[in-house]
Structure formats: C-alpha cells, structure tokens
C-alpha cells in the first residue's frame, strides 16, 4: 500500500460527459502529480501541484483542469469527455516539490461509452 | 525534451534464469533520475529501482539492479533468479532535477516469466 488513494476506482461514462477524480496523497506529502496511461499514448504526465499551487504541466488537454486543496487532497475534472479520453489515470504524491520520491495511487479506471 | 526508449516491447524467461530489460534516454540535462517502475496485472505503478545520475555506483535492490551508461544514455534492469511474480510491465523513466519534477516514460516492455 503506497498510501496514496484514489476514488473510483472504476468509472463508466458517456461521451460528453464531466467527471471528477479524487486523489489524497500520502501522509506529509505536499505535492500530488496526475498521470494519464492510454493505450495509444502511454504513459504521459498532466500536471503537478504543490502546496496548493499549481507547479508543473505537461499534456494536459484544455477540457481537463486540476486543483488541490487545502487538506491537499486533488481533484483531476475531465469534461467533453470523448471516447479517447478511456484510460487509467494515475495519482502520484511526494514529500517536496522535488520528485525523486514519488509513490503512485492505484489509478481511476476511466471508460467512455 | 526529454524522450525514453524501450526497444523491447515484450520479452520471456525462464523462472530462475537472469533477464535484461533495455532503456535509452535522450537529454541535455546534467542533473536527473532514471527509474524503472514495475506494473503488474493489478495495475499498481511499484518502484523498483532509482539511479541518480551523478552516482557512478550501478543501484542494486535485492534481485534488481541496473546497469548505468551515462555516456550512452542507456539504463538497463537486471533481473537475476527470475521468479513468477516478476511477470508485469516494466517502464524506464527519467526526471530531471530542475525541470517540473514529472516523470518521462517509455513504452514499456511486458515480460513474462515462465515455469
């Protein structure tokens, strides 16, 4: 148990649609980073926050947004969902923004119909 | 940017023999991490191994260890007594020290261990 969690753990949807994921990161940990593994795409890293802030983003689409919270926990909102956007999205939490630490959530199994 | 090659997209061994998983990485960073993440069919990301780059000393975890090049670019993971519950995905990563702290992945490569 990495001691990061993640809720759901599976989501069925359809297109068009909006959801939300939900990510509390490890006890003392700071900064929460979101990743997206697709079959076509991999693995790929959405963005990062820490303390609060937003610190780091990479592929994230417009129609996806991420905020943390003040008792840290992260939300990760996917909306227009489209048919591509199926795949297990991945919470990581470390103790500093430096990332060499990173334990990895169980995933959100994200499906749309 | 920073990009990570796994050119073996599956590979197989047999239970108790050694196996060695290949990962190149392109970057113009002098600071980084190389890691390689395990994923087994429960879809759980487990650390295996972390290399810093500006130790010269190859990381070893028990069974694991990595064969470091930094000249060449190339991170390589050493199984050594195959069992079967090494059989997952196994993903090279990289992350530069000062530049966003996100993981670059490669593809991955699935292996299977076999009794």
């Known amino acids: 148990d990495s001691g990061v969690t993640q809720t759901p753990k599976h989501l069925i949807t359809a297109t068009g649609q909006r959801v939300t994921l939900r990510c509390s990161p490890r006890?003392?940990?700071?900064?929460v980073y979101w990743y997206q593994q697709s079959l076509d795409q991999g693995l790929q890293f959405l963005i990062q926050y820490y303390n609060g802030e937003e610190r780091a983003k990479g592929n994230i689409l417009e129609r996806f947004s991420a905020q943390q919270f003040p008792d840290l926990h992260s939300e990760l909102n996917l909306s227009s969902l489209e048919l591509g956007d199926s795949a297990l999205y991945f919470c990581?939490?470390?103790?500093?923004?430096?990332?060499?630490?990173?334990?990895f959530g169980p995933g959100t199994r994200l499906t749309v119909l | 940017a920073q990009t990570v090659t796994q050119s073996q997209p599956e590979m197989s061994v047999q239970e108790a023999e050694t196996v060695t998983l290949s990962c190149t990485y392109d970057?113009?960073?002098?600071?980084?991490?190389l890691f390689w993440y395990k994923q087994p069919p429960s879809r759980q990301m487990i650390l295996v191994i972390r290399?810093?780059?500006?130790?010269?000393q190859n990381a070893t975890e028990n069974r694991f260890s990595v064969n470091f090049q930094k000249a060449a670019k190339s991170f390589s993971l050493k199984i050594s007594d195959s069992q079967l519950g090494d059989t997952a995905m196994y993903f090279c990563?990289?992350?530069?020290?000062?530049?966003?702290?996100?993981?670059?992945f490669g593809g991955g490569t699935r292996l299977m261990v076999k009794p």
């Open positions: 006890s003392g940990d700071l900064s």
């Open positions: 970057t113009s960073e002098s600071n980084y991490y």
């Open positions: 990563a990289f992350m530069a020290s000062n530049a966003g702290n996100m993981l670059t």
């Open positions: 290399q810093e780059a500006y130790k010269q």
């Open positions: 990581a939490s470390s103790v500093v923004v430096d990332g060499a630490h990173v334990s």
